[in-house]
């Protein structure tokens, strides 16, 4: 296991939130494989010096979400790599990227149309040259 | 029992002169939590604290602290509380090991180990004089010797006031251990919102001696929301939107904090038909400064679900 977590107050993340999306960046990117054991609720919360309350409720959205279980007496582990989380999460991650285009693009005085063949054009390039083409 | 908040005030009061200090104060402390008590300076925390600790009297009112009322604290129940003030008293002249012996004097429950676990945390010598030690290390030691009697219920006072990062860092670590004991609360005011955000499982926010915010930390987060709208040219005039806090305008944008965020304000907000529309969360830091920002209306957060403007 590789899991290394950094917690930053002050973000804009709740640090719920922060745990909860390393630790799936983590089991996405294969640094943490199934089976893997996490650190408990209280270790963790010590280690990243922050309230164990906050890590049980990160651990239970994950648990929640069918990522990890926790096995009574036994500790934290990595049952599952469920492709439709890292759907829902890239959704999550497009959609502020997706606003910027559209509406950098319309303060440009695009219309619409223009923006969607502009899209359109681009997204055919990709899928003929798997890359970006000027 | 167990479900008896561990502290509880009713309509407290207190004016010095004709100020009134603190107004009308309800809360309830939740047995087994960390509670975060937070507000600009002179709101009336400091003062609060001495209520419940019935150091000073009420004018109106009532507190209680371990089901006991504020005013006829025994020394029984005194001893089941921690209180940790800036003004803490030592003695200069003692020896780091002198200090706790001095005050394990006073206290049946006293716990040799926590007092040694504590002042090694933060670096003391036992055979160091007080009178030669440094700030984060005074603290440190008052620290030792509110902990060692292993209180049930842990009143800190502005512990982090004038601790360097690392004193500080080694208060946070210490309440965090304290929570290795389920049953024990800490109640602590502070102005290290990162802290805050650390520890706390509840917040309650003071202003102008009117309690605003009392909820779980989460929630407060959740209900004050920074709204992004951008605009094909100067932003319009903003009209009447429920649950203002406040708006930062520019060219051609428009940065609207409000509480509660729901359906009825993004309809109030598209009728600016602005280009996009975009749900910004803020750092705790920030929601806490557009909340108690002198522009928007006052608005109040006092529980989980419930919210006024």
């Known amino acids: 296991m590789d899991l290394i977590i950094n917690i930053n107050p002050g973000s804009s993340v709740p640090i719920y939130k922060q745990i909860t999306e390393q630790v799936r960046l983590a089991a996405a990117t294969g640094k943490l494989q199934v089976t893997d054991q996490l650190p408990s609720v209280r270790a963790l919360a010590e280690s990243l010096v922050v309230n164990p309350n906050t890590v049980a409720r990160a651990y239970a959205d994950l648990a929640r979400e069918g990522l990890i279980e926790t096995r009574p007496g036994r500790g934290v582990f990595v049952i599952h790599k469920r492709k439709v989380l890292a759907r829902e999460e890239g959704r999550r991650r497009i959609e502020p990227l997706m606003n910027t285009l559209i509406s950098e693009g319309l303060a440009m005085n695009f219309t619409p149309d223009e923006l969607k063949e502009a899209f359109e054009k681009k997204l055919s390039q990709w899928k003929n040259e798997k890359g970006p083409k000027q | 029992?167990?479900?008896?908040?561990?502290?509880?005030?009713?309509?407290?009061?207190?004016?010095?002169?004709?100020?009134?200090?603190?107004?009308?104060?309800?809360?309830?402390?939740?047995?087994?939590?960390?509670?975060?008590?937070?507000?600009?300076?002179?709101?009336?925390?400091?003062?609060?604290?001495?209520?419940?600790?019935?150091?000073?009297?009420?004018?109106?009112?009532?507190?209680?602290?371990?089901?006991?009322?504020?005013?006829?604290?025994?020394?029984?129940?005194?001893?089941?509380?921690?209180?940790?003030?800036?003004?803490?008293?030592?003695?200069?002249?003692?020896?780091?090991?002198?200090?706790?012996?001095?005050?394990?004097?006073?206290?049946?429950?006293?716990?040799?180990?926590?007092?040694?676990?504590?002042?090694?945390?933060?670096?003391?010598?036992?055979?160091?004089?007080?009178?030669?030690?440094?700030?984060?290390?005074?603290?440190?030691?008052?620290?030792?010797?509110?902990?060692?009697?292993?209180?049930?219920?842990?009143?800190?006072?502005?512990?982090?006031?004038?601790?360097?990062?690392?004193?500080?860092?080694?208060?946070?670590?210490?309440?965090?251990?304290?929570?290795?004991?389920?049953?024990?609360?800490?109640?602590?005011?502070?102005?290290?919102?990162?802290?805050?955000?650390r520890v706390a499982d509840y917040l309650a926010v003071l202003d102008y001696s009117v309690l605003r915010v009392c909820c779980p930390l989460e929630s407060f987060r959740d209900n004050v929301q920074e709204v992004q709208l951008r605009f094909a040219g100067a932003p319009p005039p903003l009209p009447a939107i429920p649950g203002f806090l406040q708006a930062i305008r520019s060219e051609n944008q428009l940065r609207v904090t409000c509480v509660h965020y729901n359906g009825e304000t993004e309809k109030v907000l598209r009728y600016l038909s602005p280009v996009s529309l975009e749900l910004v969360p803020l750092s705790l830091e920030d929601a806490f400064i557009s909340y108690l920002g002198e522009r928007g209306e006052k608005s109040f957060i006092l529980s989980d679900t419930e919210v006024s403007s």
């Open chain 2, 1 to 197: 029992m167990s479900d008896q908040p561990v502290i509880r005030t009713r309509g407290l009061t207190r004016y010095f002169g004709a100020r009134c200090v603190v107004r009308d104060l309800n809360l309830e402390v939740p047995r087994g939590c960390v509670f975060a008590f937070v507000g600009r300076n002179g709101s009336g925390k400091s003062t609060t604290i001495r209520m419940l600790l019935g150091l000073l009297r009420p004018d109106r009112g009532q507190a209680s602290v371990l089901g006991c009322d504020s005013r006829q604290l025994t020394p029984e129940i005194r001893a089941r509380i921690g209180y940790l003030t800036e003004e803490h008293q030592l003695y200069g002249w003692m020896t780091v090991r002198e200090a706790g012996e001095f005050q394990a004097a006073f206290f049946p429950r006293w716990d040799e180990k926590i007092f040694r676990g504590v002042i090694g945390h933060f670096g003391l010598k036992p055979e160091a004089r007080v009178k030669h030690l440094s700030r984060g290390m005074r603290a440190g030691l008052c620290l030792a010797l509110t902990l060692a009697p292993d209180p049930e219920l842990l009143i800190l006072d502005d512990p982090a006031l004038g601790l360097d990062p690392v004193a500080r860092r080694s208060l946070v670590e210490s309440m965090i251990y304290l929570t290795r004991r389920s049953d024990r609360t800490i109640f602590f005011s502070s102005h290290h919102l990162g802290d805050v955000e």
